[in-house]
């Protein structure tokens, strides 16, 4: 089967290349990108006036499952990031069972290759059930195919653990992430501490339980010279740690999410429970520092923390609705938002989807090399629509974006040469 | 002059005009309170309901009373928070009330935001926030109000001191948003570890020292220490906190020699009050509870249309 991609603009930030292309795939493969290609028996994607991209990679994820398929599952999930434009997603292992050995890894990783959408990467708990205690069979799990590890949302509470794991991981040549964020500060806080919180009666989450954290993980990088992932960073000061760090060489890299870069605290005001997420949404400040770290570069990737729950489990008082939203779907528009803001040019906020998330963890995808695995995103940078929660492919409609006028869709989502996704125009 | 709110979530929605509006309308309703027959037809075949998810015995009481003195039914349920696993939601449960067509629901919950979040969902029936979490009390923000105008014919150009736990207090929310409207200046007191992040952004000055906090003050507002802070970590000890944030007979000289002396209640005698001073001249502690009565008439009047005459 072939498919050739006629007249866009092809944006290959890891080549430097944005020029008008031809872009024919191949048995999967990418084949040739070339001016005014012809291809017999082809099915041709018209892009003129779009941007073909290499297929969106985003590092953060829950699909949820095995466990809790009732907020989403690897088959819905993975529709859901086709949706938005993304072929690759690594899932966090806070799955029931966790992903902490062999057997749940294998169980992700077959679903996804015969009933999913995208890719799959999986990241593997570094603790034995993402308890602190004991370390993940690493070794294992990395031949099972996990790229790095992270007890996501149960942040290693102990240094000497914290330390271990890094220790462990770089003798496998794997990254440690971390969800960073020191639970005794966090205490019951359920939003960021603060004038909005004091105002709301609210209890409130400190930015320095994030920071305290993102600073003993960048020094244990330092110390054990292990590779450092720092997740779903939302404060000012956790950038300038991280921009610090890798000034004196330390292995860090780091990433943001679309809601900390687009919203603030202010949108709790409503008591709406989908402003609540862990990080919390932080202040106008904080927001234009993580547009800042964007731009000089010190912030790697955009990834969204996807993070689906069930309308009965937000339909509820603030203080114990669950943390998170979907994000999936609302990615690539709230991105392209900030080229329209003068925040990134159209490459570079391509980069932070694609390249930026590959090399932060290793990925062997985001680039559109001849040859390479026809992951390939096509995109309408000024297709305008409106979110609405229903239509989301995602099971879950936990999203502080219904309503939003939106700039920006993938049209059609390319994975391994099989077109995963069409937008209906 | 009609009522332009359909609930009362909080004050900070309130105009000045809306405030007096109140305060007027539970004065007419004060002289009732004091009849040999104390009860008027105002809101008879009205139905309020008390829905509350914490225990309380003053607001509770002072509500049903409010209701049945008007002649509306008045009827209390006392529900328990339910978690996400088990028991009724909060909606679930307001549904079910809103279903039997009540006119008013009074609730108290102890989530910050859980009336607002009601108010979003229910569409027959008015909603009175009677205390959510550590956010707003408006009714006790308003008793306290009338307590003061009555005592200082006026609001406007006072100081008022509160000390206490102005982080989990939502008496001191509704109180800072009540007492600027009013155009009366606020002091807030309170260890460090009580006084929340950006307060002053509500207008208020901070202190760390009930001494200087209540100098030259109209009005002293001493809240309730919950005892159970004691010993974590926001309290070392009750007798510390007794010693630098406690009201007594020396330092009440401090404030103005005509200052009263408020308390939303429950006290802790000897904790954040000296009984001499709860029991003594200037307290206007069990005023304040008197004065609620006439208050949450009025909301319950103003909220049901009332155009009946008294």
Redesign the interface.
């Known amino acids: 089967m072939k498919i050739l991609i006629k007249g866009g603009r092809v944006l290959d930030p890891a080549h430097g290349i944005d020029d008008t292309f031809d872009v024919l795939i191949e048995e999967g493969r990418i084949s040739a990108i070339e001016k005014e290609l012809k291809a017999s028996g082809a099915e041709v994607i018209d892009a003129a006036g779009r941007i073909v991209t290499p297929g969106l990679i985003d590092l953060h994820v829950h699909l949820r499952d095995p466990g809790y398929e009732y907020k989403e599952d690897i088959v819905s999930g993975t529709r859901s990031a086709a949706a938005g434009g993304f072929t690759s997603v690594a899932c966090m292992p806070n799955s029931n069972p966790f992903n902490d050995n062999k057997a749940v890894t294998l169980y992700i990783r077959n679903k996804a290759r015969e009933e999913g959408f995208a890719n799959v990467f999986p990241v593997a708990s570094a603790t034995k059930c993402s308890k602190g205690d004991t370390l993940a069979e690493m070794g294992d799990l990395k031949a099972a195919g996990c790229i790095g590890f992270s007890d996501d949302g149960r942040p290693v509470a102990s240094g000497e653990v914290m330390r271990r794991a890094m220790e462990y991981a770089r003798g496998f040549g794997m990254p440690i992430l971390s969800h960073a964020e020191d639970l005794s500060i966090v205490g019951d806080g359920v939003m960021n501490?603060?004038?909005?919180?004091?105002?709301?009666?609210?209890?409130?989450i400190?930015w320095v339980a994030e920071t305290a954290a993102i600073g003993r993980d960048v020094m244990l990088a330092e110390y054990t010279g292990a590779r450092l992932h720092v997740c779903h960073i939302s404060t000012r000061q956790s950038l300038d740690i991280i921009r610090e760090a890798r000034k004196r060489g330390v292995r860090v890299t780091c990433e943001v999410t679309p809601h900390h870069f687009t919203l603030t605290e202010e949108a709790v005001r409503?008591?709406d429970t989908n402003t609540k997420m862990n990080p919390p949404l932080r202040t106008a400040d904080d927001v234009a520092a993580m547009r800042e770290g964007l731009a000089d570069g010190t912030i790697d990737a955009i990834a969204t923390d996807h993070a689906p729950h069930h309308l009965?489990?937000k339909?509820?008082?603030?203080?114990?609705a669950?943390n998170g939203i979907v994000g999936l779907e609302t990615s690539l528009p709230l991105t392209l938002r900030l080229v329209d803001d003068g925040v990134l040019s159209l490459g570079e906020a391509i980069a932070r989807l694609t390249c930026g998330p590959a090399r932060a963890l290793g990925i062997p995808r985001g680039t559109l090399e001849v040859g390479a695995a026809a992951d390939v995103t096509v995109i309408d940078p000024e297709l305008k629509w409106v979110l609405e929660a229903d239509k989301l492919a995602s099971k879950s409609r936990n999203t502080p974006f219904e309503g939003w006028r939106m700039k920006g869709a993938a049209t059609h989502t390319i994975l391994g040469g099989r077109v995963v996704y069409q937008r209906e125009m | 002059m009609s009522f332009p709110h359909k609930h009362i979530l909080g004050i900070e929605h309130l105009s000045r005009e809306d405030i007096e509006l109140i305060l007027d309308t539970a004065e007419s309703f004060k002289e009732v309170n004091r009849r040999d027959i104390k009860k008027v037809p105002t809101l008879r075949g009205k139905t309020v309901i008390n829905l509350f998810y914490e225990a309380s015995t003053r607001t509770r009481t002072s509500f049903e009373i409010a209701g049945k003195r008007m002649s509306a039914d008045t009827i209390n349920i006392s529900a328990s928070a339910s978690s996400v696993v088990k028991g009724e939601t909060l909606e679930d449960t307001a549904r079910n009330i809103e279903a039997m067509n009540p006119d008013i629901i009074v609730m108290r919950h102890s989530a910050s935001g859980a009336p607002h979040y009601l108010a979003q969902r229910l569409t027959g029936c008015s909603i009175i926030n009677a205390g959510d979490g550590a956010h707003e009390h408006p009714s006790q923000a308003l008793l306290d109000l009338f307590t003061i105008r009555e005592h200082k014919g006026r609001i406007e150009g006072l100081t008022v001191a509160i000390v206490g736990d102005i982080a989990h207090s939502r008496v001191v929310r509704s109180n800072i948003y009540a007492l600027n409207k009013m155009g009366a200046k606020v002091r807030v007191a309170g260890p460090g570890t009580m006084i929340p992040p950006g307060i002053e952004r509500l207008g208020v000055e901070v202190f760390h020292d009930i001494e200087e906090a209540i100098r030259g003050v109209d009005v002293v507002m001493m809240l309730r220490i919950q005892l159970e802070r004691q010993g974590n970590t926001l309290l070392p000890t009750l007798r510390e906190y007794s010693r630098f944030f406690g009201l007594n007979t020396e330092n009440i000289k401090l404030a103005r020699e005509d200052a009263i002396v408020m308390h939303p209640g429950p006290m802790n005698r000897g904790v954040e009050i000296s009984s001499y001073v709860a029991d003594g001249l200037q307290n206007v502690i069990l005023e304040q509870v008197e004065n609620g009565v006439a208050v949450r008439m009025a909301l319950l009047y103003l909220l049901a249309g009332g155009e009946e005459k008294l």
């Open positions: 501490d603060g004038f909005v919180a004091t105002e709301l009666g609210l209890k409130g400190p409503t008591y009965d489990e339909n509820v008082e603030y203080n114990i669950m």
